[in-house]
C-alpha cells in the first residue's frame, strides 16, 4: 500500500497483480500487471523510487517500474524453491535481498538498467519460420508437422526447439541459472557476461519470514523449524550504513 497516492497492490494465485486506487469508501481497478508464471507470495513497495518487487512460486522476483510507467524492467532467478517468504530492497546500495530456504543477494547497478523483453507471440519460428503446431494453414500448405513454441529469455523471441538447442545463464538481465536462449542470443553472450552479480547464503532452514536493519547491519531470520537467527548482513549492506555494531 502507497500511502501518498492511496493506491493498493494485490497479488493473486493466477499470477497476477491488480493496482487499485482506493478513495474514501470506493475502490477502482487502475490496472493489472501480468508477468509471472505462478502464484503471487510476496509483494514490496519502495515508494521512494516508486519500484514495486513481486515474488512468485515460478522461482522468480519482477521489478516493476510503477513510478516510470515501464512495467515490468527486470526478472530475477536467483532462486531453485518457491518464493514463498520475505524480499527486501536496499536502496543505497542498490541490492536485493531474498529468502526462501537461504538468502540471495543481487546487485542491481547494472542490471536495473537492461529491461527485461517482453515475450512476442506468433504462429511460426520467428528465426527459421516454420509454423507451431496450431497453425493448420501454414502445415498444411507446406506439408510440414507443426512444432512447439519456446521463447529466448534474451531477446523474447518466439522461437522452436532447433533455433533454441542451447541454455546459459545470463545474471545482467537476472537469470542467475542456465534458461533458454535462441542460438543467435547464445554466439552474442561472452563469457564475462555470465559473472554472477547474486551472492548465495545457505539458510540451512526454510525461512518463513524476516526483518532487515540496515542502520546497524543487522537481519533476523524465522524459519517454519521454529529457529531464529540473526545476521551479520555488514558485507552486503556496506560498512558506511552499519553503524553502532559490534561482531560477536
Known amino acids: 500500500y502507497d500511502h501518498e497516492t492511496q493506491h493498493a ?11 487499485l486506487k482506493l478513495e474514501q469508501n470506493t475502490c477502482s481497478v487502475i490496472t493489472t500487471l501480468k508477468g509471472h508464471e505462478g502464484s503471487i507470495t510476496s509483494l514490496w513497495w519502495d515508494p521512494v523510487q516508486r519500484l514495486l518487487f513481486s515474488g512468485a512460486s515460478d522461482h522468480s522476483i519482477i521489478m516493476w517500474d510503477i513510478g516510470g510507467r515501464k512495467g515490468r524492467t527486470l526478472l530475477l532467478q536467483g532462486h531453485q524453491y518457491v518464493m514463498e517468504s520475505y524480499f527486501s530492497y536496499i536502496q543505497p546500495e542498490q541490492q536485493s535481498l531474498n529468502a526462501c530456504r537461504g538468502l540471495v543477494s543481487t546487485s542491481l547497478h547494472v542490471s536495473s538498467n537492461l ?5 512476442l507471440e506468433s504462429d511460426s519460428c520467428q528465426k527459421c519460420e516454420q509454423p507451431f503446431f496450431w497453425n493448420i494453414k501454414q502445415m498444411w500448405d507446406t506439408k510440414t508437422i507443426g512444432l512447439r513454441q519456446h521463447h529466448c529469455r534474451k531477446c523474447g523471441q518466439a522461437v522452436c526447439g532447433k533455433c533454441s538447442t ?8 537476472g537469470f542467475e541459472f542456465q534458461v533458454r536462449v535462441c542460438d543467435s542470443c547464445f554466439e552474442s553472450i561472452k563469457d564475462e557476461d555470465r559473472t554472477s552479480l547474486a551472492t548465495f547464503h545457505e539458510g540451512k532452514h526454510n525461512i518463513s519470514h524476516m526483518s532487515m536493519d540496515i542502520s546497524r547491519g543487522l537481519m533476523v531470520t524465522c524459519g517454519s523449524d521454529r529457529i531464529v537467527k540473526i545476521w551479520d548482513m555488514t558485507p552486503v549492506v556496506g560498512c558506511s550504513l552499519a553503524t553502532g555494531f559490534s561482531s560477536r
Open 115 to 119: 529491461d527485461a523483453p517482453q515475450w
Open 9 to 19: 497492490f494485490v497479488g493473486d494465485y493466477s499470477g497476477q497483480i491488480t493496482l
Open 166 to 173: 542451447k541454455r546459459s545463464s545470463y545474471p545482467i538481465m
